[in-house]
């Protein structure tokens, strides 16, 4: 059945999911934040800014205008980077339906409450868990564009609600599993940008292959250590949105979390690594967040903590490396 979806964000990954929407023939409205962005965005048919030279096709509506947000919509998306969820769907609140299902794609936790992107939404719009779902996975923007071959994972309380995103979403280059951990499903999507951060910092420091081999699979162990100790399951780490995810993050050119930490690596400050980009790396913020996090339940997360040093205690990428290097021998497991 063919459906009105609201998509809330007119970033990368909300435009290149209102696509996949429009090509299953639904109709498919994006509401930016900016209307002077939006409006750009509806006379070009392209969003110029994060999705270049991919035209929109005419079953997408483009909009700044508040009380066109969710007019005659069946289902919402969001697609508002984490630390920004929470003014902008305050924003908004007044004027989401109740009882209409909502699924995020956004990869973070809340600094301060330490909250995942479906409890912010949870939280802002008074809903129940079974109306929220979370789309996760290796999914980088422009090859999904390209139509190249990509599958990710949709989460929920629901089962019901995960089986409905998936036939809305799912095309045959873009497959959509479903999975019942919505906590794991999120935390792994939040972590691995960190690890993708520490990831290209070790590229533009030129540290090799041996080194990024091994910070993906320590990464991949604090990453589940910080998943166990919240109640998520031990299979969601090793499927797509936890292994797959920090291995496309990781080692994509373009991945945002990872080009930022390169630059780092290459000595620039974090300040002018920020400036260099237009579009808010997610792991930045995430990163203290889950310090803060680790630090609740008691959870050892070496890489993070360097991470965090590098970020926000101006401790210089090799010293940080030579500290995680020289750390007391332990048993792997």
Known sequence: MKQTIAVIGDGAMGTV????????????RIWS??????????????????????????KVEVTGEDERAFAGADVSLSAVPTQFIRAVWSRLAGRFPRG????????????GTLLRPSQILREVLDCSDDRVAVLSGPSIAPEIAARLPA?????????????????LIARPYFRVYTNPDLAGVELAG???????????????????????AALLTRGL???????LAHGALPATFAGLAGVGDLVTTCISPVGR?????????????????????RS?????????????????????????EAVNRILFESVSPSRAINQLMTRPPKAEC
């Open 17 to 28: 999911c209102a696509l996949l929407l429009a090509e299953n023939g639904h109709e498919v």
């Open 33 to 58: 934040a900016f209307p002077e962005q939006a409006a750009e965005t509806a006379a070009m048919r392209e969003n110029v800014r994060f999705l270049p030279g991919v035209p929109l096709p005419d």
């Open 100 to 111: 209409m299902p909502v699924f995020s794609v956004a990869k973070g936790i809340e600094n």
């Open 151 to 167: 599958t990710v994972a949709v989460a929920s309380a629901s089962f019901a609600l995960a089986e409905h995103v998936q036939a």
């Open 190 to 212: 939040a972590t691995k940008n960190v690890i993708a951060i520490a990831a290209g910092i070790l590229d533009g420091m030129g540290s090799g292959c041996n080194a990024k």
């Open 221 to 227: 162990a604090e990453i589940t250590r910080l998943g």
């Open 257 to 277: 979390n990872r080009s930022f930490g390169e630059a780092i690596g290459r000595g620039r400050t974090v300040e002018e690594a920020l400036a260099s980009t």
């Open 280 to 304: 808010v790396v997610e792991g930045v913020a995430t990163t203290a967040s889950v310090i803060a996090l680790a630090a609740r339940t008691g959870v050892e997360m070496p890489i993070t």
